[in-house]
């Protein structure tokens, strides 16, 4: 599955000991009494807030034949429509790799004055695009105007969605994390464990954000139909990285050094 990732928009926030008029410290609870969603021992830390933007294309598509006919015996308007039933099933097997779970049919029979008419419709699940152009091309060529196709509709299984929406949020957290590095190297520091990370909003739409230039009265093409189904995924995240005190920087500074 394609993934497109876009630059995160970071900011960040430094956090230094609290100090007092009188040159002691907060007390820690006093500072988290009123402060909804605040950390219970406020110190050396830095909070970061990073975005992230994942997409994807479809990655299943369904196409849709109808079918035809009107005869004066029911049994003639019956087998005209299974053989090309027929017909197009083994080519959706042997061209287009489809197995039989991807393939269903709905038959509708009637009566009309004088005579018998039957209608059929076969949806086939690709997963494959260009086996599906194939198909649909060689089927055209073949049963002609005896056949109807419908545009494809493309759809993302919701595998797919998951793993984008996980995909996301894993690359919104790494970028945090890496400019939380930058910011401590910036100022000398050394970055500790994570704190608090926490999801502030998640928005997921479809389509692509620039306009085709084209004549609305055209039919899209494959390339537009797969870019309007195209999903697009973004993800803010906020997070508080410990800062490491001066003793723990100086204990890892000697055990480098031996």
């Avoid at 697009?232 to 003793?247: L, N, P, Q």
Wanted: with cysteine.
């Amino acid at each position: 599955m394609p993934l497109s990732l876009s630059p995160a928009r970071v900011f960040a926030e430094w956090i230094p000991p609290l100090v007092g008029a009188n040159g002691a410290g907060h007390d820690p609870s006093e500072v988290a009494k009123g402060t909804p969603g605040c950390l219970q021992s406020p110190g050396r830390e830095v909070r970061l807030s990073g975005t992230a933007e994942l997409s994807a294309r479809p990655d299943r598509a369904k196409v849709a034949l109808r079918l035809r006919s009107k005869k004066p015996e029911a049994q003639a308007a019956r087998g005209s429509v299974a053989r090309r039933l027929d017909y197009i099933a083994q080519a959706a097997r042997q061209r287009g790799g489809v197995s039989e779970e991807n393939v269903t049919v709905t038959k509708n029979f009637s009566r009309i004055d004088n005579a018998y008419k039957m209608e059929a419709e076969i949806c086939i699940t690709f997963s494959d695009f260009g086996k599906m152009q194939d198909v649909c091309n060689f089927l055209v060529e073949k049963l002609d105007s005896s056949v109807i196709i419908s545009p494809p509709h493309f759809y993302h299984t919701a595998e797919t969605i998951d793993n984008l929406r996980h995909q996301v949020c894993l690359a919104a957290i790494r970028s945090a994390h890496q400019k939380a590095q930058e910011v401590c190297r910036l100022f000398g520091q050394s970055l500790g464990k994570p704190l608090l990370i926490r999801e502030e909003e998640m928005k997921e739409w479809e389509g692509d954000l620039e306009k085709h230039d084209s004549n609305p009265s055209d039919s899209p093409s494959l390339q537009q139909r797969l870019q309007s189904a195209t999903i697009f995924v973004s993800s803010k995240m906020f997070a508080v990285f410990e800062i490491k005190g001066e003793r723990k920087r100086k204990q890892a500074a000697l055990l480098n050094t031996n």
